[in-house]
Each structure stands twice: as structure tokens, then as C-alpha cells.
């Protein structure tokens, strides 16, 4: 098992945090890496997801949500090809620090027969894309644009 960590601190609310993090259908407009999220945000629904490493190509797959805690934490598991090959398990996890900041987290766990012939992949244009997604993230909760109410599952 192999497990990329990233965060970063946002001078938002939890609550805020969460509604653009759970507020698919904007992701284009603002997400440069997770550039496609469908479907609902409840436990064991499955996810249409598409995300574009920087210089990788995009990858699409279906994963199913695991938690989705309102304003604490979204996460989901996924397999590329066939399960037990390439998995994945992705966190979204956001921690009340007062003071109307938090620090986002978002990391994954990969397992599977193919986890060591990608690492260095995973471990670079991956790690690059959680962090130009954090920085996008944390952009958008700071800015005067306030998303509209999304699911609370």
C-alpha cells in the first residue's frame, strides 16, 4: 500500500468548505484536476468522476462513496480495470481549526498489483494535482462567491 497526503488552510467555515467541495456541477469551473463529479453524495452511491493529472491524460472511473460526514468528510473508493489491480481509496477531510478557518486534507490510499510500476507517476503528476486542486479549493471558499446549498446526505 502506497498513500499520497496533502493539506492545506483555509480561512473559511466548515460549512462553506463543504458546499463547494460537495457542489459537483461547478467543478469545471473551478476544479483543475477532479474536472468531472456526478452523482449522489450518500453512502454506497457510486460517483462518475473523471480527473486530469497535470501532463497525464484524463481518466474516468465509478467510484463508491464510503463517508460522506456533512462539513467533516467525503470519501470514496474506486478501481481502475477490474478491482484488486489499481484501487484506490480517496479522502476529502475538512478540520475545524475556529476562528472561521480550516485545514483541508486530501489524500489516498492505493493498493493493488499495479500500485508499484505507477508510484513514481502517482507520487509526482498525481501529488501535483491535489495540490493545484487545494489551492483551487481554497481559492474559491476565500472568494466572495457564495456557492449555492448542495445535498447535506
Known amino acids: 500500500m502506497k498513500e499520497l497526503h496533502t493539506e492545506i488552510e483555509i480561512n473559511a467555515t466548515p460549512e462553506r468548505v463543504w458546499r463547494v467541495l460537495t457542489s459537483f456541477a461547478a467543478y469545471p469551473d473551478w476544479n483543475p484536476f477532479v ?5 449522489e453524495g450518500r453512502v454506497g452511491a457510486r460517483l462518475r468522476v473523471s480527473i486530469k493529472p497535470p501532463g497525464e491524460t484524463t481518466m474516468s472511473f465509478r467510484p463508491r ?11 470514496w473508493k474506486g478501481s481502475l480495470w477490474i478491482p484488486g489491480l489499481f484501487d484506490g481509496e480517496h479522502a476529502f477531510v475538512i478540520e475545524g481549526l475556529g476562528n472561521g478557518r480550516v485545514r483541508f486534507i486530501q489524500s489516498e490510499r492505493f493498493q493493488g498489483l499495479l500500485v508499484p510500476l505507477l508510484w513514481k507517476k502517482l507520487n509526482t503528476n498525481v501529488r501535483f494535482g491535489f495540490e493545484e486542486m487545494n489551492r483551487a479549493l481554497k481559492s474559491r471558499a476565500e472568494s466572495a462567491e457564495s456557492p449555492k446549498s448542495n445535498w447535506r446526505p
Open 35 to 39: 474536472i468531472r463529479a456526478e452523482g
Open 65 to 75: 462513496v464510503l463517508v460522506a460526514d456533512p462539513d467533516r468528510e467525503f470519501r
